[in-house]
């Protein structure tokens, strides 16, 4: 059946480097793809999402690269903050399936 | 706009027992859907609906009913509460369907003794 999956469980990375956050999928018919970031204690938060015919898309701080070859995405978030600290899901159409969650945590 | 509400926050029920959690958005959304949570993993689809009186299953539908009357409506009931269905419950909503943008609750903490 379809998955989404992620390919480390945890990231660490130091204040104010970049991060880079890997998805696989195996759906190859799916046409839209999602990150969410989830905090502790509270409910998954939309992030930035990307169609399937782009291969980059950019927000603020972040950006979600699309390789429908080897069927994987990443998220990349620029000069970690503290705050960036959570689990973050990536999602595919069309009922929204969720990978497992990477956890980042950011040190001083 | 409160988003999407869910109530209650936490909950304890004994097995066998059956509850209902309850789900609202304020949106007009057309597409809801539930999901669990539990320890170390991810988020796992219960059922979903894309519209008032249309529901259907997800990753992990047994031992749960759902329905959806309203547009803004979207209750989860757990027909006889087990052990394993101990879990962080969310629900979500998204205007356009297939995972546009959900907006989900702040979520129900579920405890089966």
């Known amino acids: 059946g379809e998955s989404v999956g992620l390919h480390l469980p945890t990231l660490s990375v130091q204040e104010g480097d970049n991060s880079i956050i890997n998805c696989a999928y195996s759906?190859?018919?799916?046409?839209?793809f999602i990150w969410y970031k989830q905090e502790s204690g509270k409910g998954p938060q939309f992030i930035i999402d990307i169609r399937s015919n782009m291969d980059k898309r950019q927000g603020q701080r972040v950006t979600v690269l699309l390789n429908k070859t080897v069927k994987h995405l990443s998220l990349q978030i620029a000069a970690t903050q503290p705050g960036d600290s959570a689990v973050y899901f990536c999602g595919s159409t069309d009922k929204l399936i969720f990978g497992t969650g990477t956890r980042l945590q950011v040190f001083p | 706009n409160a988003g999407v509400t869910q109530t209650p926050k936490f909950q304890v029920l004994k097995t066998g027992q059956s509850m209902t959690l309850q789900c609202a958005q304020d949106?007009?959304?057309?597409?809801m859907s539930w999901y669990r949570q539990d320890p170390g993993m991810g988020l796992r689809l219960i059922h979903y609906?894309?519209?008032?009186?249309?529901?259907d299953q997800g990753e992990v539908p047994n031992g749960y009913n759902v329905s959806r009357s309203t547009t803004e409506d979207f209750p989860l009931r757990l027909l006889s509460a087990a052990p394993s269905q101990t879990s962080v419950y969310f629900c979500a909503s998204s205007y356009g369907g297939g995972g546009y943008g959900y907006t989900f609750g702040s979520g129900t903490r579920l405890t089966v003794v």
């Open positions: 759906n190859s018919a799916s046409d839209y």
């Open positions: 949106m007009n959304h057309e597409y």
């Open positions: 609906s894309v519209g008032a009186g249309i529901t």
